[in-house]
């Protein structure tokens, strides 16, 4: 599954900053899951419950923004939400756009105990 190795990294992520900052645990991981990323969010939560045990982040909890497609017309350089994959630019119809957000995912923010 994707989503594991998606969390191992994540992990490395996570204690590489837990440990620039001494913390001894982290209480909460915020990560932003663009829509078009490919990550299914209840997969990445039951890959982060599987790796968290015996980890910094044993007793952390995992909380998931989730990001909508923004796309940019290069056209009329509108900017909006690409919703039902319609990839077409609503006030121009030009498909010339560029993804602007939502393809990715990363850790927003880390909530440690020092
Ligand atoms: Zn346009």
Known sequence: MHEFSVVQSLMGLIEQNAMQNNAKSVSKVIVKIGKMSGIEPHLLKMAFDTFKEKTICENAELEMVIQDIIAKCE???NEFIVENNQFICPKCQSFNL?????????????ELDV
Not at 99 to 104: A, K, L, S, Y
Request: aromatic residues 6%; proline residues 0%; charged residues 30%.
């Open 75 to 77: 056209d009329c350089q």
């Open 98 to 110: 560029k993804i602007t957000d939502g393809e990715d995912m990363y850790l927003m923010s880390l």
